[in-house]
C-alpha cells in the first residue's frame, strides 16, 4: 500500500508547522547567561571607579530578569549566583576577594541573591504564561481553520492530508492519518520526514480494531514510533491518528486536541458525499 506524503499545497498555512528546537541549546544558554553577567559586572566597576552610587548591587539584576525571559530559569539562577558573587569579588572590601570584612556588604550580598531568585522565578513564570497564551492561540487558529477547510474536502485523501498536517502544526511532530470504509484502508497521508512502517501501519489498524489508543515504544507496540488514536464513526468510516512524539518533547497534554480532531473528523466522514465501497 503506498503511503502519500502530504507535502502538496493543502488549506494549513506552511508556518504554521514548526518543529521543536530552542534557539539556545544545552550549555549555550548558560554561556549566554554567563555574558551577561559579565557585561552587568564591566558596567558596575567602571561606573564604581568614576562615582559612588549606592545600590550599585541592583545592576546584576538586570541580567538575572533578561536571562529569566529569555534564556529559561536555570541560565537565570546561574545569573543570580554569578551576580552575588561578583558584587563580593569586585565591588566589597577587600577588592578581589570573597572575604567580606564589612557584615553590612554579607546582608547586601545576601539580599541581591534573593532579589536575583525572585527576580528569575518571576520572570520566568511570566515568560512560560506568554508562551502559553501563544501556544494555545495558535492551537485555536489552526483548529479553527481546519473546520473552515475541512469542509470543502470531498476526497478521503484530502481530509487525510489535511488532518495530517493539522497534527503536525499542532504538535510539531511527523504525523500520519488513516482513513478506512468499511474496513478497507482508502487512504494514508503523512506530514513531516518520518513515514510509518509496514510495523506500525499494523499497529494503527490494531488501535483501531480494539478502539484503544496504542502509544509508541509501549508494549504490545514496542517497536512503533507512534501514538496512534483509533476513531470510528456510525456510517462504516474509521480513521487512525497517529503523531510521532519526541521522547524528550512530548507534550503533557495531547488528548484535548485530539479529540477536537476527532470530532471534527467524524463529521466529515459521516458526510454522505465522503463514503465510498
Request: hydrophobic residues 50%; charged residues 15%; glycine residues 6%.
Amino acid at each position: 500500500m503506498a503511503i502519500n506524503n502530504a507535502n502538496a499545497p493543502v488549506d494549513i498555512a506552511e508556518d504554521e508547522i514548526s518543529f521543536p528546537g530552542p534557539t539556545f541549546l544545552g550549555i549555550t544558554r548558560y554561556f549566554a547567561a554567563f555574558l551577561l553577567t559579565a557585561f552587568a559586572t564591566v558596567i558596575a566597576v567602571g561606573a564604581d571607579m568614576q562615582v559612588a552610587i549606592p545600590n550599585l548591587s541592583l545592576i546584576f539584576v538586570v541580567p538575572v530578569i533578561v536571562s529569566g525571559v529569555s534564556l529559561g530559569l536555570g541560565p537565570s539562577l546561574l545569573s543570580a549566583v554569578l551576580g552575588a558573587l561578583s558584587f563580593d569579588f569586585f565591588l566589597t572590601t577587600p577588592r578581589y576577594s570573597l572575604a567580606i570584612d564589612d557584615p553590612a556588604n554579607i546582608w547586601a550580598m545576601c539580599l541581591l541573591f534573593v532579589v536575583g531568585l525572585i527576580a528569575s522565578t518571576v520572570s520566568f513564570t511570566s515568560q512560560r504564561r506568554a508562551e502559553e497564551a501563544a501556544r494555545l492561540k495558535k492551537q485555536f487558529m489552526v483548529l479553527q481553520r481546519y473546520s473552515r477547510e475541512i469542509t470543502a474536502a470531498t476526497e478521503p485523501e484530502a481530509v487525510a492530508a489535511m488532518t495530517s498536517r493539522t497534527l503536525t502544526a499542532l504538535f510539531g511532530a511527523p504525523s500520519v492519518a488513516l482513513i478506512v470504509v468499511h474496513e478497507r484502508t482508502i487512504a494514508v497521508r503523512t506530514t513531516g520526514a518520518l513515514e510509518p512502517n509496514e510495523t506500525e501501519i499494523e499497529a494503527a489498524r490494531s488501535s483501531l480494531s480494539t478502539g484503544d489508543v496504542a502509544r509508541g515504544g509501549v508494549y504490545p507496540d514496542v517497536a512503533s514510533r507512534f501514538d496512534f488514536w483509533p476513531i470510528k464513526t456510525q456510517k462504516g468510516a474509521s480513521a487512525v491518528l497517529g503523531v510521532a512524539f519526541d521522547a524528550d518533547n512530548r507534550p503533557s497534554v495531547v488528548e484535548a486536541s485530539v479529540a477536537i480532531i476527532a470530532r471534527i473528523l467524524t463529521w466529515s466522514l459521516e458526510r454522505e458525499g465522503m463514503l465510498r465501497p
